[in-house]
């Protein structure tokens, strides 16, 4: 059965899902269609970068919410895990529910639990036996150990590397490049630097950076 199917988000992490979309589609024809674009401000730049891909602009997130068909899903294309959080209450609110996306060259092991919403790009790795919670976002090439368990809008930006039996807790960040040791836990709203390395827990909403990261 055909989904319809729009992403939320003009910008770059909003094209690097379309192209997930693509993917997707490509390696189940008929599977999704791709309805198009919402965006509150999308920059002319980014306009032209969807028109340039022949992929319609439909308006800002309330007007197409006002007309919107109840059967069609959506994909937040922001990379903040705040802003994801918001858009994710507006849509909920309008009675819509969200889809799920995996590249075809992303890997995700067995027994793995993907909640609605999170998207895998190409190049990432989800470990056997771990949990991914909604609106979730693993970029190119991050890696996620084994048994670890992600919670909701949670960011693993690309080439960050998370390793076996972590806790990472909702609305974490975890920057470019960095490297979470096995077995540790980042509690809610933690933030890790670019290239830094995690050795110990981290608290809530503290923000770390260096090697190891304090």
């Not at 308006?59 to 994710?88: C, E, F, I, Q, T």
């Not at 933690?190 to 909403?205: F, I, L, N, R």
Request: net charge negative; proline share 4%; charged share 20%.
């Amino acid at each position: 059965m055909t989904r319809a199917l729009v992403v939320v988000g003009a910008g770059g992490h909003g094209r690097e899902l379309l192209d997930v979309v693509e993917a997707g589609a490509a390696a189940s024809p008929g599977s999704v269609e791709l309805v198009g674009v919402v965006d509150d401000a999308p920059s002319e730049v980014n306009l032209a970068r969807l028109a340039e891909r022949g992929i319609p602009f439909l308006g800002d997130v309330d007007a197409w919410l006002a007309s919107a068909s109840p059967g069609v899903r959506y994909l937040l294309g922001v990379g903040s895990g705040d802003s994801r959080r918001a858009l994710d209450e507006r849509f909920t609110a309008a009675g819509l529910e969200p889809a799920t996306a995996v590249h075809s060259a992303a890997v995700v092991g067995s027994e793995v639990l993907l909640a609605p919403g999170v998207v895998v790009l190409a190049g990432a790795v989800v470990a056997t036996n771990t949990r991914v919670g909604r609106h979730t976002h693993v970029h190119r090439s991050a890696n996620v150990g084994h048994d670890c368990v992600l919670g909701a809008y949670v960011t693993v930006n690309p080439s960050a590397s998370i390793s076996g039996d972590c806790v990472v807790e909702d609305d974490v960040l975890v920057g470019v490049g960095a490297s979470v040791l096995q077995g540790l836990t980042l509690r809610r709203g933690a933030t890790v630097g670019g290239g830094a390395c995690v050795v110990k827990d981290v608290p809530e909403k503290t923000v770390v950076k260096g090697v190891p990261a304090r």
